[in-house]
């Protein structure tokens, strides 16, 4: 065969249309997946996280609906001075971009105050070391209420007029009364005088009249 016969191929017009047909279908090919990939992934879909802290769970989950995204609640701790079940803190954050459908997972303020154990305080404390356990509990502490005992003693812990068992729970941040002594002593129980006479000497009982015999 020669060369000229080898390369002939060239002129021949169906081999030229098979080549180029080759190259549509691979293009074709090749943007059907990408496309499809773009499909899947919803790429140029993005939608940025909107700020949603404060908001009560219904709001939020409506505006992120709203989005394209859905929220739901993952956890909860408490703020004392937020309302209850409002949004603390979010996961995308504010202003992230996301792809529609993305889940935005929940911090919620809790929606009962927590309870807390009180310090064991009582009838083992002085009054300063009493209110500095209180409070680095979290506790507020009303006026004390004082008794008749050792000076600056604490003698009971008070939660709504109410002594505290040890070990008993209230809830958090709650105002607490502390029971001391005042420096006075306890009155004592005082013995009515009651008059009675010494018995030593008393009468044992009127003579008896005795008649005299007369010897005369």
């Given at each position: 065969?020669?060369?000229?016969?080898?390369?002939s191929f060239r002129?021949?017009?169906?081999?030229?249309?098979?080549?180029?047909?080759?190259?549509?279908?691979?293009?074709?090919?090749?943007y059907g997946v990408l496309k499809g990939l773009d499909v899947y992934t919803r790429?140029?879909?993005?939608?940025?996280?909107?700020?949603?802290?404060?908001?009560s769970v219904a709001q939020a989950q409506q505006l992120l609906?709203?989005?394209?995204?859905?929220?739901?609640?993952?956890?909860s701790t408490y703020v004392k001075k937020l309302p209850a079940g409002s949004i603390l803190d979010h996961n995308p954050s504010a202003g992230q971009r996301v792809k529609q459908g993305r889940i935005v997972y929940l911090t919620i303020n809790t929606l009962s105050v927590p309870l807390c154990n009180v310090p064991d305080v009582a009838d083992?404390?002085?009054?300063r070391q009493a209110e500095a356990r209180l409070l680095a509990a979290g506790f507020r502490l009303d006026s004390i209420r004082k008794i008749p005992g050792e000076i600056d003693w604490v003698?009971?812990?008070?939660?709504k007029g109410r002594p505290l068992a040890i070990?008993?729970?209230?809830?958090?941040?709650s105002m607490l009364?502390?029971?001391?002594?005042?420096?006075?002593?306890?009155?004592?129980?005082?013995?009515?005088s009651l008059g009675l006479e010494d018995t030593a000497g008393a009468e044992t009982g009127a003579p008896a009249d005795e008649d005299e015999e007369s010897w005369f």
């Amino acid at each position: 065969m020669t060369i000229k016969e080898f390369f002939s191929f060239r002129q021949n017009r169906f081999f030229w249309l098979n080549i180029l047909a080759m190259i549509i279908v691979l293009v074709a090919v090749v943007y059907g997946v990408l496309k499809g990939l773009d499909v899947y992934t919803r790429h140029g879909q993005a939608v940025t996280v909107p700020d949603i802290k404060g908001m009560s769970v219904a709001q939020a989950q409506q505006l992120l609906l709203n989005r394209g995204l859905s929220g739901v609640v993952s956890d909860s701790t408490y703020v004392k001075k937020l309302p209850a079940g409002s949004i603390l803190d979010h996961n995308p954050s504010a202003g992230q971009r996301v792809k529609q459908g993305r889940i935005v997972y929940l911090t919620i303020n809790t929606l009962s105050v927590p309870l807390c154990n009180v310090p064991d305080v009582a009838d083992n404390s002085s009054l300063r070391q009493a209110e500095a356990r209180l409070l680095a509990a979290g506790f507020r502490l009303d006026s004390i209420r004082k008794i008749p005992g050792e000076i600056d003693w604490v003698y009971c812990v008070e939660y709504k007029g109410r002594p505290l068992a040890i070990g008993e729970q209230v809830p958090v941040g709650s105002m607490l009364r502390l029971v001391v002594g005042n420096g006075e002593r306890e009155p004592e129980l005082e013995t009515d005088s009651l008059g009675l006479e010494d018995t030593a000497g008393a009468e044992t009982g009127a003579p008896a009249d005795e008649d005299e015999e007369s010897w005369f």
